[in-house]
């Protein structure tokens, strides 16, 4: 397991490093640049801009430097916000996106587990068929579309909720059902599948013929094999639901760093565009090991594979 989890981080400076490449070049090739919508300003004052955030530097020279500074800790200064650096806006935001992600995924379990184990204890009855056509229509509807469907009903028709913000509980509770309604159903279907094939398995018979009750066949039995795809799943999921929170957070004027990232990407802000992407990669990769060790300390199939 050590050398496995050594392997992974050795291809996380690599990764980032290319992801870091990519999005750099991307946004200052891409026509337009941060000064272009600002007020008519003398050619002198925008030359000063440049030389003060390097953009009067060869782009080999802007890469370079700011290579230098993202090992030093360093994400520059924002052009939009000059108020603060981008570490800063980054500081200040992520906890916000990170809330929101955290609550959508218990949504997700909460939701999704119960349903997939209820739809595999009998499954092609009512009781499999009803979870599962739920399922199936919260892959098909996006956040995109739930989110103001949810904001219509629950907030403008019944009164029951708040429009938008994320200040008071009350105001958490329809974006975080908006972003795990759709994981939910995933883990659903798959916990369902999951269960289905570990409930043939000869371990779970002899288990029955010891008398023990359904209940405790599924639960105490069951349920350790039947959410490895699940557990495999949670790495992606979880990346997911941070780094897709930026229509969410846009939907219901939250101030996480998703928000931020769009209003960067509108604004041509480089250094906060960068500094975000830098973050969400690194908890995406972040996220992904730990699935993929908590996927091999529960199947030993994985373990073995990766001695």
């Known amino acids: 397991m050590i050398r496995f ?46 030389k003060a955030y390097n953009l009067d530097a060869p ?17 520059g200064p ?9 570490t800063e806006w980054i500081l200040m935001r992520l906890p916000v996106s990170l809330e929101l992600g955290a609550y959508g995924l218990l949504v997700a379990l909460c939701i999704g587990l119960p349903a997939g184990i209820i739809a595999a204890s009998r499954p092609n009855t009512a009781q499999d068929y009803a979870p599962m056509s739920l399922a199936m229509a919260g892959i098909c509807i996006p956040n995109f579309v739930l989110g103001p469907l949810l904001v219509l009903v629950f907030a403008l028709w019944l009164g ?46 002899t288990a029955r013929a010891k008398g023990l009750s359904e209940t405790a066949v599924v639960l105490k039995h069951g349920v350790r094999g039947g959410l490895l ?4 799943y949670l790495g992606p999921a979880t990346a997911g639901l941070l780094t897709g929170s930026f229509v969410i957070e846009k939907i219901f004027q939250i101030p996480g ?22 973050v969400y990669a690194t908890l995406v ?7 993929d060790v908590l996927h091999a300390w529960l199947d030993p199939r994985v373990r073995m594979s990766i001695q």
């Open 59 to 75: 782009l080999y020279r802007q890469y370079l430097d700011y290579l230098g500074g993202v090992v030093q800790g360093d994400l």
């Open 160 to 205: 029951w909720m708040p429009v938008a913000g994320w200040d008071t509980p009350a105001e958490k509770v329809l974006p975080s059902l908006t972003l795990g309604a759709v994981y939910a159903a995933y883990i659903a279907r798959l916990t369902r599948g999951g269960m289905l094939e570990v409930m043939g398995q000869d371990y779970i018979r």
């Open 5 to 50: 989890i050594l392997k992974r981080l050795a291809t996380f400076v690599p990764v980032l490093l290319a992801i870091i490449t990519i999005t750099f070049f991307m946004v200052r090739i891409a026509p337009g640049g941060p000064f272009d919508e600002e007020r008519k300003v003398p050619e002198e004052t925008l030359r000063q801009l440049q």
């Open 257 to 278: 760093l998703g928000r931020e990232f769009v209003e960067a990407a509108f604004n041509r802000d480089y250094t906060m565009i960068m500094g975000t992407v830098l």
């Open 229 to 232: 795809p699940v557990i495999a």
């Open 78 to 86: 924002s052009f939009k916000k000059p108020s603060r650096t981008v």
């Open 285 to 291: 990769l972040v996220l992904n090991l730990v699935a």
